[in-house]
């Protein structure tokens, strides 16, 4: 949804950035979420990359967190999909796994990020700035 911004005369508009979230926890989702739009972001949340799939076109814009490990289609594979299908949306991998090679792997298949739960919010908030 565009926000209006009067200032004068002038009037922008500015589009919400669209952040999908994807983890098997929705207590984790529903707080993640909770912080992202006291940022202003707009919101969506999945308990599964099968509901993300069945919801959300590869032309809808918008940036993907996805757990690492969940039943189903994990986040690997979520992510694999994505590349597959030729998508361009930027991905954020989260995971409380403490594999170390976690990270080096997600930036290595084309993330933007990884993030090793519990993350620093600020850090999160500063990945999304970066996508256009």
């Known amino acids: 949804m565009p926000i209006f911004i009067i200032g004068g005369k002038n009037l922008m508009f500015l589009d919400k950035k669209i952040i999908y979230i994807v983890d098997d926890n929705e207590s984790v989702g529903r707080a993640i979420k909770i912080l992202l739009t006291t940022f202003n972001f ?3 949340t999945f308990t599964s990359a099968q509901s993300f799939f069945d919801s959300v076109s ?3 814009p918008g940036c993907l967190l996805i757990d690492i490990h969940m039943p189903g289609i994990d986040g690997w594979a ?3 999909r994505l590349l ?3 998508s361009k949306r930027p991905v954020i991998f989260i995971s409380a796994d403490k594999h170390e090679n976690a990270a080096d792997r997600a930036l290595k298949a084309g993330a933007l990020g990884f993030l090793q739960k519990p993350f620093n919010c600020q850090a999160l908030v500063d990945l ?3 996508v256009p």
Request: charged content about 35%; cysteine-free.
């Open 42 to 44: 707009e919101v969506r």
């Open 84 to 86: 597959d299908s030729g």
């Open 58 to 60: 590869n032309n809808d």
């Open 128 to 130: 999304i700035s970066i």
């Open 78 to 80: 979520a992510h694999k």
